[in-house]
């Protein structure tokens, strides 16, 4: 160790009486090349540190890439680009308050990338703490007014919350940047039902299926011609969403109902079977599939699918509440008692009415 | 012989052949004292079969004496198994006790031995055993059959009850057909093998009073539901007497019970009130003036209390009719004359029981009349409450009514439980309480639906942002070049074009000019490249310098003074940017742009003779460096006259190692050695 220390510093004195001999500009000349290299060895390091920081992001190794893109800053702490991406990586990791703080530095150090304002919002939103969001996609709408994204955003929160006015405001100024925003006039025809203004919904419906004319959205207008009374446009576009998607289950679940409700029991069970066929896992068409059964007075398949359902579903409360009525068909009249109990304590108050009507 | 006779007594014992048995002494010679109780058995029992199908027809109830017959019938049956009539009486009687689900073999057995000279009378039994398995085709067939073969004096007295029954296998049958929303179940918990009945309940069906003959005689139980099951099954000590107690209607409330009581040979109702957990001594319910023919049985409260609607055997047929009775109001004491409950309700056959709904309008009864499918049966009846009349009874069908009886309907408020009694088949024995549940209104299942409303939970988009590389500049670190330019032999600074070339693509990088003054130089250049470098200078020989300077190279700095030769003959001047490969002599292209400064030379003094020279270092061996020198200088040699340069001022030699510039002891040395040169030999 000592020698090694020694043979540098002799190397340096060496290096120091060579560089003895030049003039004070050649000493100038000689350092500024010095600096340039140092320079340009860093700025290789950054560079590469850099990428090895996005490569660890591409394989989803966040903590690597949250660690690199450190080294990254420490080394350039005015690299706007790292920062964003660290706060990126911070995201996904779902260290969102640590996310939203380093993308508040990404949007410090580079005040046109609205990007990091974005997704400061989408942290927010993921972390459930609303206001919060509400609050950032505002700041990002008020910088870039046509960041449609945000409005839309903006507009799920509402729906979600139940604030349907709110959600609509927000899903027009989204259709307002763009009038073709299909997902934004979908959600707005959904709000608008939710508030049983079903023309207004199934003019949303339609623009937006005009848009973009997926499967969902030919369901949620057939679902919307079915609430205002109409069964036969109901019908026709549940038919539209299955042409959309041949798998689309809800699509069939939806139309056996329909045909469930207008007593067409051999198509309500065509389509719930078709839908069990697509999803032998889908709860829900069990249920309806038994009740046909059940009307049928085929108690034993009723009662075989209403099994399926609810231990798919333990929760189902209207699964255990057929399966109380199929079961006291069945004379266990005790598995019935406790099936409505149940749907009761799931808040449906049919069970309770059955309940008090048959078991005490 | 012997094997047939054999066969033939086996065949007999097996009934095979059946054959009719007397009771006579020549086919019972070795039991005469048995043969002789058996016959004084069927006599007893003939009388009290009499008895109980004269009260048959009379349309009285008789299982009494049927029951007190079979005491006598069974033993000697089982004397003699094999005699058509005895197996008839039985069936017969029967058919008239709680258990007549077990005539059907011994009438079918008696048809068999009897044969064509069988009784005409089986046929009627028999249809009355069809009527009960529901197989009311057969029934009726067999009703006919003994339309056709009794005699008409007899057949006079059944004319009518034979043809109640054939009304009633058609009435089975229709109603059969029908199926009624009503489960029926034995309430186990409640049962014996003997007779439960008169089952009665609270208004809202949590307790539950009824009789039951279990210990011997008739005593009064009571229940309690709980969790859809009646526990503390209790005997009601303070009503229960060494002798019959039978109760018959429980109030709505629970606090009051009607019963009825046998003083001085006559039947009338009580009524005893619970005073905290234990029933009083029961009192006479109406006035005695009620009560003077007759007797009063089985009896229902009437909501207001003020009407007692009652069983009674004192009409003018002396069969059994439902009565009521009534007063003013709560504080009247005294009760109205007995009355009908009209022509709608009462028949001329026996009505066995009533019970006033809690709404007050609607009577269930028990008739073996009206449009009964064999016994008793449950009847509804609605009152007109403008007229006060009872409306046409509804028979309630199956599964309460079945081709036995139905008796002691009592059913719950809410209408969704009644309780009767039955002696039908598959109960634990006798009359059995049994529990109608009705359905009430279809329990529709519901159906569900659900949407994708929110399009990006429906369909997410997905976001698969991924941050963009950045391209790396690799760092390249700077040596600097500096020097002087000196005149080789007078160390003069010389003012000179200084060129520094990149050799591997031959392109100048960068042209300078040493200082007039001091011939100083200052230069930095890139690492990772290898460079030749260049000095021209009027009147001096081109210099050139090496610098291969590998990536990575740490910070250096040359300082280096090169002398310049002038264009004198004699003047030497090493190619340092010439290169061949370890032990080869092909002029590696490297080395071009060197050589064509030297064509350059060549070509700007046109007068200029040069001697190519190959050198090595003295490691191998000197006739393989002196080829090896020579065959580079050939080389070298070659490659200006193939770029026009006039081979005659061109000569090459090798010296091997002969003409070291730097110590062969050295690495450097030995490298500084290895050249290849040109020297002037003519200007």
């Known amino acids: 160790m000592l020698l090694t220390l020694f043979f540098l510093v002799q190397t340096a004195f060496a290096q120091e009486q060579v560089d003895s001999t030049l003039t004070t500009e050649e000493i100038q000349f000689r350092d500024s090349i010095a600096a340039i290299n140092t320079s340009n060895e860093r700025m290789q390091l950054i560079q590469e540190t850099y990428n090895a920081a996005s490569s660890a992001f591409a394989e989803s190794n966040f903590s690597k890439s949250i660690s690199l893109f450190d080294e990254v800053i420490a080394l350039d702490s005015s690299n706007a680009d790292a920062f964003y991406n660290k706060g990126l990586a911070q995201k996904e990791s779902k260290q969102y308050t640590e996310a939203v703080e380093t993308l508040e530095q990404a949007f410090s150090l580079d005040a046109t990338n609205f990007d990091a304002l974005f997704q400061q919002a989408k942290c927010y939103d993921e972390n459930k703490e609303s206001d919060k969001a509400i609050v950032a996609y505002d700041r990002l709408l008020s910088a870039d007014p046509t960041w449609g994204e945000a409005a839309y955003n903006k507009g799920v929160i509402f729906y979600l919350d139940k604030d349907y006015q709110q959600a609509i405001a927000a899903y027009s100024q989204a259709i307002s940047i763009n009038p073709n925003y299909a997902y934004a006039l979908n959600d707005r025809g959904s ?57 689309y289950e809800m699509a069939y679940n939806n139309r056996g109902t329909v045909y469930f409700e207008t007593e067409n029991y051999d198509l309500a069970l065509k389509d719930f079977k078709k839908a069990i066929e697509i999803n032998a896992d889908y709860a829900m068409a069990l249920c309806n599939r038994a009740a046909i059964y059940h009307m049928q007075e085929n108690y034993t398949g009723a009662l075989a699918d209403l099994e399926s359902a609810v231990k798919l579903q333990p929760n189902n409360a209207t699964a255990l509440l057929n399966r109380g009525i199929t079961r006291e068909m069945l004379r266990n009249v005790d598995g019935a008692c406790e099936d409505w109990q149940k749907a009761y304590d799931l808040g449906m108050e049919k069970g309770k009415e059955y309940y008090i009507n048959n078991c005490e | 012989m012997k094997q047939i006779t054999t066969l033939l007594a086996l065949a007999l014992s097996l009934g095979v052949f059946a054959q009719d048995v007397a009771f006579k002494k020549g086919n019972f010679k070795d039991d005469k004292e048995g043969l002789e109780t058996a016959k004084k058995n069927i006599e007893d029992g003939d009388v009290l079969l009499e008895k109980g199908e004269q009260k048959v027809l009379g349309m009285v109830n008789a299982f009494e004496e049927f029951e007190e017959a079979l005491a006598f019938y069974l033993p000697a049956q089982e004397f003699n198994p094999n005699n058509s009539d005895l197996n008839r009486k039985v069936g017969h009687a029967y058919l008239y006790t709680n258990t007549p689900y077990l005539a ?57 009850l034979n043809r109640k029954h054939m009304k009633e296998c058609r009435s089975g049958a229709e109603i059969f057909g029908v199926k009624t929303r009503v489960w029926v179940d034995n309430v186990k918990e409640l049962n014996s093998q003997q007779d439960e009945i008169a089952p009665s309940i609270t208004a809202d069906g949590s307790e539950i009073i009824f009789n039951s003959n279990k210990t011997g005689n008739f005593d009064i139980y009571t229940a309690e539901r709980k969790k859809r099951r009646w526990v503390r099954l209790s005997s009601v000590n303070s009503l229960n007497t060494e002798g019959d107690d039978v109760s018959s209607s429980l109030a709505y409330d629970g606090q009051r019970l009607l ?129 006060g009349l ?50 009430g209104e279809p329990k529709q299942p519901t159906v569900a639906s659900e949407d994708n409303l929110i399009a990006s939970i429906a369909s997410p988009i997905e976001d698969t942002y991924t941050p963009e590389t950045v391209e790396v500049t690799v760092a390249n670190s700077l040596t600097v070049f500096k020097g002087r330019i000196l005149d080789g032999l007078l160390q003069d600074p010389v003012e000179a074009e200084i060129k520094i070339f990149d050799n591997s693509t031959g392109e100048v990088y960068a042209v300078m000019r040493s200082n007039s003054a001091t011939g100083k130089f200052l230069l930095s250049l890139p690492s990772g490249l290898n ?46 940017n010439v290169f061949f490969d370890t032990g080869r002599a092909e002029v590696k292209i490297d080395s071009y742009p060197e050589l064509d400064r030297l064509i350059q030379l060549m070509t700007d003094v046109p007068s200029l003779k040069i001697e190519l020279s190959g050198h090595t270092d003295n490691v191998g061996g000197k006739a393989a460096n002196e080829s090896l020198s020579q065959r580079r200088a050939d080389a070298v040699r070659q490659y200006l006259v193939s770029r026009s340069v006039d081979g005659n001022r061109v000569t090459a030699k090798g010296y091997g190692s002969s003409r070291p510039v730097d110590s062969n002891a050295t690495k450097e040395g030995r490298a500084n050695n290895r050249r290849t040169e040109f020297e002037i030999t003519a200007n």
């Not at chain 1, 508030?195 to 848009?211: F, G, H, P, T, V």
């Not at chain 2, 011994?106 to 005409?120: A, N, V």
């Not at chain 2, 029934?139 to 003994?146: D, G, H, I, N």
């Not at chain 2, 009147?539 to 291969?548: D, K, Q």
């Open chain 2, 390 to 439: 009872w409306g046409k009874p509804i028979n309630m069908g199956y599964p309460i009514n079945t081709p036995f009886d139905e008796l002691y309907f009592s059913i719950s408020a809410n209408g969704k439980k009644a309780y009767f009694a039955s002696n039908r088949g598959g109960g634990a024995g006798g009359m059995d309480i049994y529990c109608a549940t009705f359905w």
């Open chain 2, 531 to 576: 460079y030749g470098i260049s000095v021209e200078a009027e009147g001096y020989l081109f210099h050139s310098e090496n610098f291969n300077l590998p990536k990575g190279s740490a910070y250096n700095m040359i300082n280096k003074d090169i002398q310049l030769k002038n264009i004198d003959i004699g003047s030497k001047i090493a190619l340092r």
């Open chain 1, 191 to 247: 709000c608008h039902r939710a508030l049983e203004d079903y023309d207004k919904a199934i003019s949303d419906y339609l623009k937006a299926a005009q848009s973009d004319a997926q499967a969902f959205i030919y369901n949620n207008l057939a679902s919307a011609y079915r609430k205002s009374g109409n069964t036969e446009k109901a019908i026709e576009f549940y038919a539209k969403a299955i042409s959309a998607d041949a798998n």
């Open chain 2, 259 to 387: 019963l009825f009581k046998d003083t001085d040979g006559q039947s009338d109702i009580y009524e005893s009130k619970l005073n905290g957990t234990t029933w009083g001594e029961p009192e006479l319910k109406m006035s005695k003036v009620v009560n003077i023919e007759g007797n009063e049985t089985f009896a229902s409260y009437d909501p207001q209390d003020i009407k007692v609607y009652f069983v009674s055997d004192g009409g003018f047929g002396g069969d059994q009719n439902i009565n009521f009775s009534g007063k003013k109001d709560m504080e009247e004491k005294f009760w109205g004359q007995s009355q009908s409950a009209g022509q709608e309700i009462n028949t001329g056959f026996q009505e066995g029981s009533v019970y006033m709904a809690p709404d007050g309008n609607t009577m269930y009864f028990c008739s073996q009349g009206h449009s009964s499918i064999g016994g008793y049966d449950v009847f509804v009846s609605y009152r007109d409450e403008e007229l």
């Open chain 2, 104 to 160: 059907m073999p011994y009438l079918e057995k008696s048809l068999e031995l009897g044969g064509e000279d069988s009784e005409p009378f089986v046929h009627f039994l028999l249809g009355k055993a069809y009527q009960l398995e529901r197989d009311f085709e057969k029934a009726e067939r067999s009703f006919k059959k003994y339309g056709t073969l009794e005699n008409p004096k007899k057949l006079e007295v059944y004319k009518k």
